[in-house]
């Protein structure tokens, strides 16, 4: 019933930007920490940033001051707005909720499907 949607990624050249959304769909009363992660071919998935539901904010140290996580939290919008690409930034992209209410439901650990993105010249 609820469901995350990640869109926005697709190639880039280096130094370019790109704006990924995660959409929070069904019927949704509230959500708590949402996460952006990502996963390169072969390796760990890892933490990229974090955003609580009143809007603090934590990234890791390889994308401080690249990129930025933010929510919309009447559209149950969150978005990961990446500048700066480099080629190791490179990798699927996911969007985690830690914990949502739907319907009186109670949903924890939910991930979107994720979106590519690629950072080539």
């Known amino acids: 019933q609820v469901q995350l949607v990640e869109s926005g990624g697709g190639l880039v050249q280096p130094g370019g930007s790109l704006r990924l959304s995660c959409a929070a769909t069904g019927s949704i009363d509230s959500m708590n920490f949402m996460n952006w992660y990502r996963q390169a071919p072969g390796k760990q998935r890892e933490l990229v940033a974090v955003?609580?539901?009143?809007?603090?904010?934590s990234y890791a140290d390889f994308v401080k001051g690249r990129f930025t996580i933010s929510r919309d939290n009447a559209k149950k919008m969150v978005y990961l707005q990446m500048n700066s690409l480099e080629p190791e930034d490179t990798a699927d992209y996911y969007c985690k909720a830690d914990l949502v209410k739907g319907g009186g439901v109670f949903y924890r650990d939910l991930w979107g499907q994720g979106t590519q993105v690629t950072v080539s010249s």
């Open positions: 955003i609580t539901s009143s809007g603090s904010t």
